[in-house]
């Protein structure tokens, strides 16, 4: 039985997409600082439920009950669109959360940016616009502009479906290494089951219908860099691939 605390709860929730409930009944806890990763079919609400718990979607029943501690100020999102603002530097978008919030900043975060910056490998291209980045480096650097809100809840929709192999697990390794640095409540939405186990300590599966929970895998190799090299990822992979499988065949 887990001793960490519950940080965001789901009561009964029922979500409508496109005048459509795509979440019906919904029971679902988050414990802080754990990684989770929810994959299931395209349209069985993942993303919904994502935008929902960012606030971005209401509940058309239920609540939701965050941890006290927890306000919608604690929780940052990264799109798989990345959200950069073309007009602004590189540095003026990482920054750009905590201009929002707080009308400036301090030395103690112009620093910490810097530092996060030069971890991302982003410290070169501050001074560059968005069309002058790869797809991967606007990706690091919507990681950093969620990052230095210091949330307590970061939501990632897909963050790096839209980029090649290779750069898709440097990212991943990255995030990896962000939250050795401080635990974070992780919850990433993706369709790569490669992907799910290695960013998710717990990788919950949902339904074609209904957005409920049908299987929850533990994971406990997680924060293994070396992780994909191993048989026991491998083995983990093709236990969710056939849980999918039989959700596909459902459908």
């Not at 994502?50 to 006290?68: D, E, M, Q, R, W």
């Not at 809840?153 to 990255?174: H, K, W, Y």
């Not at 919850?187 to 717990?202: K, R």
Request: glycine letters at 6%; one cysteine or more.
């Amino acid at each position: 039985m887990s001793n960490l605390k519950p940080i965001v709860t789901f009561e009964n929730i029922h979500i409508n997409y496109d005048q459509e409930e795509v979440i019906t009944s919904l029971d679902l806890t988050f414990e802080k600082g754990r990684a989770y990763t929810i994959i299931g079919p395209s349209g069985c609400g993942k993303t919904t439920l994502l935008y929902t718990l960012a606030g971005l979607n209401k509940p058309s029943k239920g609540k939701i009950v965050f941890n006290s501690d927890v306000t919608k100020d604690h929780i940052a999102m990264v799109l798989q669109e990345y959200g950069l603002f073309p007009w602004k530097t590189v540095w003026e978008n990482m920054l750009l959360g905590l201009t929002i919030r707080a009308g400036r900043i301090s030395d103690d975060q112009g620093q910490s940016a810097r530092k996060l910056a030069d971890d991302l490998g982003l410290t070169p291209h501050l001074c560059k616009y968005p069309h002058q980045l790869s797809g991967g480096q606007k990706q690091r650097v919507a990681i950093a502009r969620a990052w230095l809100l210091s949330p307590e809840i970061l939501l990632m929709d897909e963050p790096f479906s839209a980029l090649d192999t290779i750069t898709r697990e440097t990212l991943q390794n990255a995030i990896l290494s962000l939250n050795k640095s401080k635990a974070l409540t992780w919850i990433t939405v993706t369709h790569n089951i490669e992907e799910a186990v290695f960013l998710g300590s717990e990788i919950l599966l949902m339904s074609s219908k209904g957005g409920q929970i049908l299987n929850r895998f533990a994971n406990p190799y997680f924060g293994d860099l070396s992780l994909r090299e191993k048989p026991e990822f491998y083995a983990l992979c093709v236990e969710i691939r056939k849980a999918m499988q039989e959700v596909f065949n459902e459908a």
